[in-house]
Every structure is written in structure tokens, then in C-alpha cells.
Nanobody, 121 residues
């Protein structure tokens, strides 16, 4: 079994900052890419940022320059530092990891349960 557990969400005023964390645990052989998605109320899920095992990153245009994704491979943890938050960043944020549970397994995608981020104007 593999679990991804997010933390760090909450309520913040516009212009403020939050840092999300997501720790993967369980039967893990290797984690490839990790990332963050969000699903604003009434909208479809959208990519926020991804990071490869080697540290290459990719961001949605809407968060470039404000959000920073990073990871600690030793801790199987991915982070999302969110600065200059805007009301439109309000959403449930989900972390995801593409990982192998054994040397011979195919990579599979796992998701966390989500953490709410609310930005007040």
C-alpha cells in the first residue's frame, strides 16, 4: 500500500504565503515525477507544478514566478511554496506521484486526499 498525505493548507489573505507538503509512504521502490494539481470549485482539475526525480520543474502559467515546487528524495516528500497568493488560487490542492512499488513493476500514479487552500481578498 502507498499513501500520499498532504499538509499545510489553510486560510490566508491575498498577498500571503503558504507551504504545502506531501509525504509518500508505504511500499515504494522508486518515485519518478511528483506534482501538484488543484480543482477550483466548479472547475476541472488543473496542473499547478511538477518536478522530476532529477529536479526539472514545470509550472502552469498562472503560478509562474509565484509558486515553487521542490522535493526531498530522501524523505519521499514534495513541497509547494506559494507566495503572492491571489483569491483565484483558492482550491483543493492534490499531490501526485508516479512511482514503482517494486523493481519490476510499471510506474503507477498515486494521489493524496487533498488539502484546502483559501485566499481571502
Amino acid at each position: 500500500q502507498v499513501q500520499l498525505v498532504e499538509s499545510g493548507g489553510g486560510l490566508v489573505q491575498a498577498g500571503g504565503s503558504l507551504r504545502l507538503s506531501c509525504a509518500a509512504s508505504g511500499s515504494i521502490f522508486r518515485i519518478n515525477a511528483m506534482g501538484w494539481y488543484r480543482r477550483p470549485l466548479g472547475k476541472q482539475r488543473e496542473l499547478v507544478a511538477t518536478i522530476t526525480s532529477g529536479g526539472s520543474t514545470n509550472y502552469a502559467d498562472s503560478v509562474k514566478g509565484r509558486f515553487t515546487i521542490s522535493r526531498d528524495n530522501a524523505k519521499n516528500t514534495v513541497y509547494l511554496q506559494m507566495n503572492s497568493l491571489k483569491p483565484e488560487d483558492t482550491s483543493v490542492y492534490y499531490c501526485t506521484a508516479s512511482l514503482k512499488t517494486t523493481r519490476w513493476a510499471f510506474p503507477e500514479d498515486y494521489w493524496g486526499q487533498g488539502t484546502q487552500v483559501t485566499v481571502s481578498s
